[in-house]
């Protein structure tokens, strides 16, 4: 089930996938073997909601997998204590990474401090599910390396004009998934999304691209939805059943679960996203 | 002028220290005064001006088990100059046994005007001794541009280094005055705390006094810059039971501090 | 003598090993109104230079020349130890095998053959001298290129820096670091010979302010920098 609004009432080609193409045509790089948590970054400038999609993917996925997150925020602690705040997040799950003035580089250039702090996740909390990398406000140049992350959002939002996926940039143009943001705002700045939409579409090919409102969506559905997809398509290893438990950085996607995950037989299972379960509060 | 010195304490079974040897010779001189409570407190007194330029002077401290030595100077030592050429030198080795105590609590080093002064400290403290070891340096008389000074200590406790550390100052010395060394104060010093009784203290900082634990051992050590020594000395008073700070309170946060936090935003 | 282009990778600011997040600090010395133009950057450069850089840069050609020694693994945990009673900040210790766990992922892996186990193992990571001696080993480096490339961090680092914070005038800033290409040779030569002696006799060169404002940056909520 979609919220409404995630799309705008254009044209619409059913044929463009809106979450991830066919697996004949999947533009993705392959997927590491879940022998770790998936990192998925999440980029875009200053100000388009990427904190916010990071807060709603915590609510999204309380409760069904295990979760960290860096974040790479200019200001570093204030984008931990945002979702400290919501309480959405376990603080002891939130790592923040200084980039110096320079957040492209910390995630694209030179992404050891950022790897580290991947790690001292998995150290502290044991096995991930997921960890979302979000980078710090930065221009429709930056992108993240593929040695940081296997996956990569890029939020842009309403408000900064119709016309920046026009504008294009690696982010616009080859994040994996391109969000656009805030929609409930456009009335009111003007713009307009089937532009957006249309200029998307021929920036991106058959990449995937999402509108939302988190106002009017707190849980990011399409976004969610998407990682699950992600997450169940990964290759996969066999772990040994004895192996699956917190020993064991094999267990991704083979624990999926609350605080005290219940291994789950997901692994080796290309399950489609309909057949997820949606962690709807 | 070369002199040397030395102080040999041992505990004497019924709870007091002696003094087997107490030995010295000018400029160098020990003076063992009364104390109360069953250590001892020895006085090093200048016999002459200095030290100056060409001098070479050692002490050696020994401090066996069980004992309790306090270490003052009767007044500031000034380094000055001397015969054109080579330095001015003193040599401190001192050992601190184990259940053993030794505070090392001198007055000031004062770098005059074209000194050339190197100051040495090696100690070796056992595993269970305690050691107050304060070192002042002010950066010359008032009003004067210092010599060259060097102050380095060498500690190892149970073996292992626990603090290496030259300080050194003067016009041949670059940036040593300047935003990264001392910020243009005048005064600096150090007092190490190595005390088996004593709870290991996080790392605290108030404007320009810092508390740090260091990482060989169970010990710390108050790091400060100031403007002159009697601020200098009110941040390395030796810390007491009820004062975690030295000096009492910590110090009030100067005009740094607030800076520091107005970085914040 | 490795060839000059190794040299130049290595010493490069893009060399990914964490240093654009590092001040040095210089944030922290900005913040209390010490550093606040060219003039008193290179004042800071100087000090640094001649405390930290000269220590930094002793203890990486120690541990170049221990990377091929024989008691290679004594040597470097007595480094280690040695290098911690220099490093009385706990703040600056930290950072030093924070930048040194940086240094070593980068190395593992542009190295691979490279052994790098012999580096003591210590919660934090092992000190960034000695990671950095290793790497230079591995790159074909000397003990003095090891050091210089020390030497130059110590100053590029905070200089960059100072740029990105202060605002000031890039060329101007090159241009100090020009004048001070001189002095940095020259604590790279001492640190050189330095190195030939023993762990407990290498530089121990103290700045307290360095110490001071490694702790007091340590306390802030927000960072720009992680040092």
Redesign the interface.
Known sequence: MRPEILRPEIEHDESVPHTHPEPGVDPHAPLPAATRALRVGIGGPVGSGKTALVAALCRAFAGELRLGVVTNDIYTTEDADFLKRAGVLDPARIRAVETGCCPHTAIRDDIGANLDAVDELAEALGPLDLVLVESGGDNLTATFSRGLVDRQIFVVDVAGGDKVPRKGGPGVTAADLLVINKTDLAPMVGADLSVMDRDARARRGALPTVFQSITEDPLASQVADWIRHELAHRSTVTVPPDAAGAASPGAASAGVGSAEPAPRAVAGQAAPVAALPVGRA | MRATARLVARADGHGRTVLPELRGESPLLLRQVPAGDGGVTVYVVGGAAGPLAGDELRLDVEVGPGAVVRVHTVAASIALPGRPGPVSRMLVRATVAAGATLRWLPEQLVAAAGCAHVGDAQVDVAEGGTLHWRDELICGRHGEQPGHAEV?T??DLAG?????????VGPD???????????GAAA?G?LLVVDPARPAEP???AG???R?????GLAT?W???AADAHTLRAYLEPPTENRSWCGGAPPEPV???H??A???? | MAAPTMLLLLADGRFPAGAHAHSAGLEAAVAAGRVTDLATLGGYLRGRLATAGLVAAAFAAAARRAAWSSGRRATLARLDAELDARTASPAQRAVSRRQGRALLRAGRQIWPAATFDDLPVTPGGPHQPLTLGLVGAAAGLDPAQVATVAAHATVTGSASAAVRLLGLDPYQVQALLVRLAGACDATAARAARAAEEPPERLPAAAAPLADIHAEAHATWEVRLFAS
């Not at chain 2, 292992?160 to 050194?168: E, W």
């Not at chain 2, 010395?173 to 910020?183: I, K, Q």
């Not at chain 2, 740090?212 to 060989?216: I, S, T, V």
């Open positions: 380095n060498w500690v292992r280094p626990l603090l290496r550390q030259s300080l050194t010395v670059p940036g040593w005055a300047g935003p990264a060394v001392l910020g600096t150090s790392p605290a900082v320009t006094v810092a740090l634990p260091l990482a060989g050590l790091t400060a810059t005009s740094d501090q800076s520091l107005g970085m914040g935003g």
